[in-house]
């Protein structure tokens, strides 16, 4: 955030104590509704940007029938995306029409107007959804993104910001897609263990051909099989990893190590990852998403072992409940054995957790 404080853009004193605010819904956009210069938005003449403020903080304490204390604004925003302290956070604005929905919603201002300039730079929208994350993260700001006219009879913050609040307020450029991975991230060693066909199977055995790793009669295909698993641990020992970690199966390290080329594969249902994200990526812990993979694997591990336990312990397979077991064990170590699975578990935030924790 490129912020500029009160002392940085030399604001007067606030007439009278502001009014000290916990939090609030949220934040109100508005607009200062008069003309504002279209030349305003060249690069050039952000150094008129501070006088601007003083000029607006004069005006405000000017206004006898408002009696302003102060600039009437929490925050506002220039063309070039700079945020000017107004009142600041934890202040109650004098900006939203009444008393009530002062207390409601903090308020944020645009520099543009109802003619010359009047519509957003990017840059603004930027600065815009910057003062909201700061008065969300230094004001106690709650979620909502309103107009001035939600709730009160006025044109503010005029037609083109009012749409861009209406869709939700979004930083320019779109949703930041995350830059495309360059190499396949690992998909758990319990992946391995549940033997799993997929291209990423192939992608593999490649680059361990190119590492001189191969212990192929044939292939590499897309089919885990023990060549790919003495070809793996050819390539634990080309590491010099230490004997108990030259087993076959891929760890987070060495699967990072090889260096195989993304897949890019999709997972089976994006709007379902999307709808999952939230908790994934923003409610959960490092540590409770390890706990929670962990767990998943332990229990695709234990689906991939079941029919060798059951025959070990000599209860007869036949048996209705066991029987049913086993499908089920099959079925999980078969789903989970999907590359996609993968995909969508790191796309709800649980991905790629045990990287940092095991270093085998
Ligand atoms: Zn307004
Ligand atoms: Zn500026």
């Known amino acids: 955030m490129k912020f500029v404080s009160r002392a940085q853009w030399r604001a ?137 006219r939600d709730g009160y009879p006025t044109a503010c913050p005029g037609g083109p910001l009012y749409t861009w609040v209406k869709d939700g307020a979004p930083r320019p450029g779109g949703s930041k897609p995350e830059p495309p991975r360059q190499f396949e991230p690992f998909p758990g060693t319990a992946w391995f263990k549940t033997a799993p066909r997929s291209p990423i199977i192939t992608a593999m055995g490649r680059r361990l051909v190119a590492e001189g790793c191969s212990a192929y009669a044939e292939g590499p295909g897309p089919q885990w099989t023990d060549a790919d698993r003495a070809s793996f641990r050819r390539f634990q020992r080309k590491l010099g990893d230490s004997p108990e970690h030259c087993d076959g199966w891929p760890g987070p390290r060495q699967w990072a190590a090889l260096k195989v080329p993304n897949q890019g594969l999709t997972p089976p249902s994006p709007r379902l990852a999307q709808a999952l994200t939230p908790y994934g990526r923003h409610f959960m812990t490092t540590a409770t998403k390890r706990t929670i993979r962990t767990l998943i694997q332990g229990i695709v591990a234990l689906a991939v072992a079941l029919p060798g336990i059951i025959d070990a312990s000599g209860i007869p397979a036949t048996l209705p409940w066991v029987a049913g077991a086993l499908a089920a064990a099959g079925g999980l170590a078969r789903v989970m054995a999907l590359p996609s699975v993968e995909v969508l578990l790191d796309r709800i935030g649980l991905g790629l957790v045990d990287q940092e924790a095991t270093p085998r």
Do not use: F
Request: proline residues 4%.
């Open 12 to 148: 007067r004193p606030s007439r009278y104590a502001l009014t000290y605010i916990r939090s609030t819904h949220g934040v109100k956009i508005h607009y200062e509704g008069t003309a504002v210069p279209a030349s305003l938005a060249r690069p050039e003449n952000h150094r008129q940007c501070a006088a601007r403020m003083r000029a607006l903080q004069a005006s405000h304490l000017a206004n006898t029938a408002e009696d302003y204390s102060d600039i009437a604004y929490n925050a506002l925003v220039c063309p070039h995306g700079y945020v000017y302290e107004g009142r600041g956070a934890h202040k109650k604005t004098g900006a939203n029409g009444t008393a009530t929905l002062n207390s409601a919603h903090y308020a944020v201002c645009a520099m543009l107007g109802n003619s010359g300039l009047t519509k957003p730079t990017d840059a603004q929208l930027a600065g815009l959804r910057d003062a909201v994350e700061w008065l969300r993260d230094s004001g106690g700001a709650g979620r909502e993104i309103r107009g001035h």
